[in-house]
């Protein structure tokens, strides 16, 4: 019993440094942005805020900008996420026997998630130049005709292809691996049953892959929500902050603008919405869970 | 026939994903003379001019100063996530310690847009003389790469039986020291896989070199922008492209090399995040 105790205090000893770690780094900028939230602050007051209560978020929740990026964020992140996830999936299990026998073509197509996105957003810069790039250019050559692929109409669809050529190997990977798990004794019975492939597909092996479905649809939606950095190097905000996600929004608010107060109540808010949703879907999933056992 | 229909495929879908890539590499060998009149996907004199510039060190671009703060930002913020990771993933996965608080909570934090610790996190290092370190930068990458590293290892730890500990136990040994001879040497794939995630993640990072850094510890993923503003005469496509190449360069190797144990880890993370 006294040595189970001493365990447990040594357990706790050692799991220390990180809660401390997190305290500091984490913690402590959360008050900070709790307090500043309430406060008229700027950048000579930093030290002095003065709590004045909820005006910053009165005036996030007049700012138009800020519903844009919010709606900018969820349409990005919701259509990011369903293109990459169908393309994945189909090509995941279209493209399975050559894989199979050769894993570098998974190499290959694994590539784009090596790259900064920083980077390959400033590639598409030079892809998409109207002079440089050779998009433009072959247009040019074979149509006779060319688009204004950051211009006002087009940018938040170039932008959607950008995220998901890039991420779409993402999704292609995970579902090759839960494609690949699938016991063939299943697919075997199945199949000497004289289900055809297509119903094989339906009914036995897309049900028997939805869990990974549905993770891969949260990821990638999580990461289009959040999206910041080739967006950033690509369009700034514009045109006329047409392409400001909420991570970008908060980022101007703060470093272009000096709207400090403007910028932490945001924080604040997606902070309260984000860990909301996450644990909502903890509950949700550790309930399935349970159920199932 | 088929599968002459799956190669098409495959080139297609390779093709489109690498697009940018594979443009970024071939602009890179043209000349200047070139790039005005061929914007097209093949080169006529290749060159190796764009290179040679890139690593001319001026007041304004240091390419050198740029990948060694990537490689310093890196490597603290992939070593000391792995060094808090490990121990409290042991105790996680052995003393089932906060298993309902803490771990959900740090692979919650892979899943929160960062930005919104950005703001305070600038002022703190104002405070604490931090901005514009590569100190400063490496503390912030290891809060990026932890939620990653603790659940490959916690993961780890729960494969490996238990008698293991208990034979330790019997000896006499204490937890720290059966994590650091019993448990640590065991886990060294987990921890290699963890570091080798770590690093490609920290270098690729973005967003925190942005904002902490101006000038003495900025990253590549940073500097190489600066390229794309220099000198007055707009951007000089063939030096940029040569830039973003040396900047890619190290992760895509590292990616290639290690793509077994890179794309297990992506699934452990995704499916048990």
């Known amino acids: 019993m006294n040595a189970q105790r001493a ?6 000893l050692l799991a220390m440094p990180l809660v401390l770690f997190l305290l500091v780094f984490l913690g402590f900028p959360a008050i900070v942005n709790l307090i500043y939230s309430v ?5 000579e ?3 002095q805020p003065k709590i004045t209560g909820l005006s910053n978020f009165a005036a996030v929740w007049n700012d138009r900008a800020f519903w844009q990026a919010s709606w900018f964020s969820l349409r990005f992140g919701a259509l990011t996420a369903l293109l990459e996830c169908a393309l994945g999936l189909i090509l995941a299990i279209f493209l399975s026997p050559l894989i199979e026998r050769r894993s570098w073509l998974m190499a290959i197509l694994m590539l784009p998630l090596m790259v900064a996105p920083a980077l390959v957003g400033l590639m598409y810069r030079l892809v998409l130049h109207e002079f440089a790039g050779p998009v433009p250019y072959y247009l040019w050559a074979w149509f006779g005709t060319s688009v204004s692929f950051l211009g006002p ?7 959607i292809v950008v995220e998901t050529l890039q991420w779409t190997p993402f999704a292609l990977l995970l579902f090759y691996m839960a494609y690949r798990a699938i016991p063939t004794e299943i697919v075997e019975a199945s199949a000497m049953d004289g289900a055809r492939r297509w119903h094989l597909l339906w009914y036995i092996e897309l049900p028997l892959m939805a869990p990974t479905i549905v993770v891969a649809l949260l990821i990638r939606f999580i990461d289009g929500f959040r999206v910041f950095d080739n967006v950033y190097v690509l369009t700034g905000s514009g045109p006329g902050g047409s392409t400001a996600s909420l991570s970008i929004y908060i980022y101007e608010a703060f470093f272009k603008q000096g ?3 403007k910028a932490v109540a945001a924080s604040v808010i997606l902070f309260a919405v984000s860990f909301a949703v996450l644990y909502g879907l903890n509950f949700i999933a550790s309930r399935r869970k349970g159920a199932l056992t | 026939m088929i599968n002459a229909l799956r190669w098409l495929v495959f080139a297609i879908a390779a093709f489109a994903m690498n697009f940018p890539i594979l443009v970024t590499l071939v602009t890179s060998f043209k000349s200047t003379r070139e790039l005005s009149t061929n914007p097209g996907l093949w080169v006529q004199a290749p060159t190796l001019d764009n290179y040679l510039a890139v690593f001319q060190v001026s007041d304004r671009l240091n390419i050198f100063l740029y990948l ?3 490689i310093t930002v890196a490597f603290i913020g992939t070593t000391l996530a792995v060094v808090l990771a490990l121990p409290a993933a042991y105790a996680i996965a052995r003393g089932r310690l906060g298993e309902r608080t803490l771990l959900p909570f740090i692979v919650n934090l892979r899943a929160v847009p960062l930005i919104i610790f950005a703001i305070p996190l600038y002022m703190m290092f104002q405070w604490l003389a931090l901005l514009d370190t590569r100190l400063g930068l490496g503390l912030i990458l290891s809060i990026v790469n932890l939620p990653l590293a603790l659940v490959i290892l916690v993961n780890a730890i ?3 039986p238990g008698e293991l500990d208990e034979a330790a136990l019997m000896d006499g040994a204490s937890r720290t020291q059966i994590l650091l001879r019993v ?7 987990a921890i290699v896989t963890s570091l080798i995630f770590g690093f490609i993640t920290a270098w690729n990072e973005f967003l925190f070199g942005l904002m902490l850094t101006t000038s003495k510890a900025v990253p590549i993923t940073v500097g190489a922008s600066f390229f794309f503003a220099a000198s007055g005469g707009g951007v000089q496509w063939g030096v940029a492209s040569a830039v973003m190449v040396v900047g890619a360069l190290p992760p895509v190797l590292l990616g290639l090399i290690m793509y077994r144990q890179i794309s297990g880890s992506m699934t452990a993370g995704a499916v048990k995040g």
Do not use: K, M, Q, Y
């Open chain 2, 68 to 70: 060694f703060n990537s």
């Open chain 1, 39 to 43: 406060s008229d602050v700027s950048f």
């Open chain 2, 158 to 160: 729960r494969d490996l």
């Open chain 1, 45 to 47: 007051t930093l030290r």
């Open chain 2, 183 to 189: 448990i640590a040497p065991v886990c060294r794939p």
């Open chain 1, 153 to 159: 109409t087009s940018a938040f669809w170039t932008l």
């Open chain 1, 7 to 12: 365990h447990s205090s040594e357990f706790r």
């Open chain 1, 259 to 261: 709207a400090i107060g």
